[in-house]
């Protein structure tokens, strides 16, 4: 059941980041999706996956401070098929 949740959370995670990168998205939705892959991140310590959660989480910070990239559809695709992954 958990891992379900992380999933959707995850696919919502990378709608976020799109919308984001293109300021369609308010901060405070972005904050809760950056403290939600922290958490994530601590909660699974000493996984790969978790260092890009991680590191996918500070770039959200990022986004919120204005810095667009085409990295985001990087880090959108990933989190999308990571959490669809985890659906089946």
């Known amino acids: 059941m958990i891992i379900w949740l992380f999933g959707i959370l995850d ?3 990378g709608i976020v980041i799109v919308l984001l990168n293109h300021n369609l998205a308010p901060w405070n939705i972005g904050l809760g ?11 699974f310590k000493g996984d790969l996956m978790s260092f890009i ?3 996918i989480g500070i770039y959200i910070i990022l986004l919120l401070f204005g810095f667009h990239s ?12 990571k959490g669809a992954f985890s659906l089946k």
């Open 33 to 43: 999706f950056s403290i939600y892959l922290f958490i994530k991140s601590f909660m």
């Open 53 to 55: 959660d991680f590191f």
């Open 11 to 13: 696919i919502l995670a």
């Open 70 to 81: 085409w990295i985001s559809y990087l880090f959108a695709i990933f989190l999308i098929q």
